[in-house]
């Protein structure tokens, strides 16, 4: 069975950073693409961050870029998304995707989400 | 990278059909033929229900179609029932290598 794990969510002040994790088990964690997907409270999903199986192609939503950086471990089966520079408007409850092709393809088990609160 | 357009609300009797839009561009939805559809019931994490346009995943009911036209593609579910009544959410691959979704539709099923 597909398990992955969110944790590192929290309350965070504007300006400052805070690291996600995804605890991936239950399939090869090196024959897929992950991805982060958020949501405001409310609101819809937005995709914010995917990388491939190798990490050779990353991708970042406009809304991010330049300010949140996603890795990988193949080694420990983990996902981590790097968030700096947090905004009032990156707050959302975050999910952990996995996509289910190596490179391109949609997302076919999500986790629960991992909540961050982005206020002072 | 501005979010697909899908009605805000859709509902139907149970019993009967109905069809979700989600309206892109030639940079996303017209352009591949990588559009996804999710449910996400209140407090739950989304479901894959629809790949590919028009595939479905195993364990997904075949009330669930999908199908593309030009720059829209399009969610049916037939023969609607009370466990229906969800949000959906299409998403789509963009010639910018990134991911967009829909604005989401809340099914009612009346």
């Known amino acids: 069975e597909v398990q992955l794990v969110e944790s590192g969510g929290g309350l965070v002040q504007p300006g400052r950073s805070l690291r996600l994790s995804c605890a991936a088990s239950?399939?090869?964690?090196?024959?897929?693409?992950m991805h982060w997907v958020r949501q405001a409270p409310g609101k819809g999903l937005e995709w914010v961050s995917g990388?491939?199986?190798?990490?050779?192609?990353?991708g970042y939503a406009d809304s991010v870029k330049g300010r949140f950086t996603i890795s990988r471990d193949n080694a420990k089966n983990s996902l981590d998304l790097q968030m700096s520079s947090l905004r009032a408007e990156d707050t959302a409850l975050y999910y952990c995707a996995k996509d289910a092709r190596y490179s391109y393809g949609f997302f076919d088990d999500w986790g629960q989400g991992t909540l961050v609160t982005v206020s002072s | 990278q501005s979010a697909l357009t899908q009605p805000a609300s859709v509902s139907g009797s149970p019993g009967q059909s109905i069809t979700i839009s989600c309206t892109g561009t030639?940079?996303?939805?017209?352009?591949?033929?990588?559009v996804s559809w999710y449910q996400q019931h209140p407090g739950k994490a989304p479901k894959l229900m629809i790949y590919d346009v028009s595939k479905r995943p195993s364990g997904v009911s075949n009330r669930f179609s999908g199908s593309k036209s030009g720059n829209t593609a399009s969610l049916t579910i037939s023969g609607l029932q009370a466990e229906d009544e969800a949000d959906y959410y299409c998403s789509s691959y963009t010639s910018g290598s990134t991911w967009v979704f829909g604005g989401g539709t809340k099914l009612t099923v009346l």
């Open positions: 239950g399939f090869t964690f090196d024959d897929h693409a």
């Open positions: 030639s940079s996303d939805v017209g352009g591949y033929d990588y």
């Open positions: 990388i491939s199986w190798n990490s050779g192609r990353i």
